[in-house]
């Protein structure tokens, strides 16, 4: 009977976690914070002595595309989650966007759907047309050009008036004059509740008025 082998001597690990056998093992490696699967690697294991840290001797069985291998909390168990990282994901509150870095179930406040509008809401499913603040954004942007173009009016009326009054106004500056007033009337007939499909007035002609 030959005194060689070639055969490779395996580790043989005790109900304690060490070994009552010297020899080799596969051991499964894991990332020291998230507990993510990293590699696999063959350890020789002195008679006595446990396992490297962050290592396990039971092999995992694969994910499917789109899920994560970690070892469960305990450290007893292989586990699978959902791994959307490097995916944009957008915050039900907010509708601000960020890129995932960490794998798992998404909180409740995050969502893959993307927003349409700077008006939309969630409604705890998808993303809605919140259409009264919608209609109040336009309301408030209305106003602010109305107010905008009757501040021009009124500025060149007065400008206007006061060459009149002194008899120093020439006839296109009279004729200017009735221009803008005439625009400054149709401006006040404006109705910024139809914002945003209003007709705005034309202001005179060379005259820039509004944003």
Request: hydrophobic fraction near 35%.
């Amino acid at each position: 009977m030959s005194t060689y082998s070639t055969d490779i001597e395996n580790a043989e690990l005790g109900e304690n976690g060490l070994t009552k056998k010297a020899g080799w093992i596969t051991v499964y490696h894991v990332n020291q914070s998230t507990g993510e699967y990293q590699s696999a690697s063959m350890e020789y294991l002195m008679l006595g002595v446990g396992l490297p840290a962050y290592c396990y001797p039971d092999e995992p069985e694969l994910p499917p595309a789109g899920q994560t291998l970690h070892r469960s909390a305990d450290g007893k168990s292989w586990e699978f989650s959902p791994d959307y990282r490097g995916q944009t994901v957008y915050s039900t509150e907010t509708r601000q966007e960020m890129i995932v870095s960490q794998f798992g179930e998404l909180p409740d406040n995050l969502t893959l759907l993307k927003p349409q509008t700077e008006f939309d809401v969630w409604n705890g499913k998808k993303w809605v047309l919140d259409k009264e603040a919608k209609a109040a954004a336009a309301h408030d942007i209305a106003q602010q050009e109305l107010s905008s173009r009757k501040a021009t009016a009124a500025s060149r009326i007065n400008e206007l008036t006061y060459a009149v009054n002194l008899d120093m106004a020439t006839d296109e500056e009279k004729a200017t004059l009735a221009e803008w007033q005439k625009y400054a009337v149709l401006l006040s007939r404006v109705d910024i509740s139809k914002a945003p499909d209003i007709i705005w007035p034309e202001a005179p002609e060379g005259e820039k008025t509004g944003n």
